[in-house]
Nanobody
């Protein structure tokens, strides 16, 4: 049914850059906030970045703040993650995720972004990013 397909991963030296892509199909793309997560061996899946429905807002995880930029092109049904100044600690499988609608934070507020992986509706298969020292 819904498909999210990541691409752009690979092997890069420390200090280098990569641009990951997430191509979506069979969903109304602009109705979904998009996000990137990553998972290294023996670690929990970690929130990296999220972008709102039309790209007006972004939200980044603490570990990557200042080194990544998320964007989206709704005309192409594609989300992107630009990564710079890569470190060996960035080595992981990077997953694209999609979530429809707003999130009820449970404290009387709602927001467009969610850090919790279990709140996302759809996931891609992942793309490997390996950063060598």
């Amino acid at each position: 049914q819904v498909q999210l397909v990541e691409s752009g991963g690979g092997l890069v030296q420390a200090g280098g850059s990569l641009r990951l892509s997430c191509a979506a199909s069979r969903l109304m793309f602009s109705a979904y906030a998009m996000a990137w997560f990553r998972q290294a061996p023996e670690k929990e899946r970690e929130f990296v970045a999220a972008i709102s429905w039309h790209g007006d807002s972004t939200y980044y995880g603490d570990d990557v703040q200042g080194r990544v930029t998320m964007s989206r092109d709704n005309a192409k049904d594609t989300a992107y993650l630009e990564m710079h100044s890569l470190k060996p600690e960035d080595t992981a499988v990077y997953y694209c995720a999609a979530r429809k609608g707003r999130y009820d934070a449970g404290d009387g507020t709602s927001r467009w972004y969610v850090r919790e992986k279990d709140e996302y509706d759809y996931w891609g298969q992942g793309t490997q990013v390996t950063v060598s020292s």
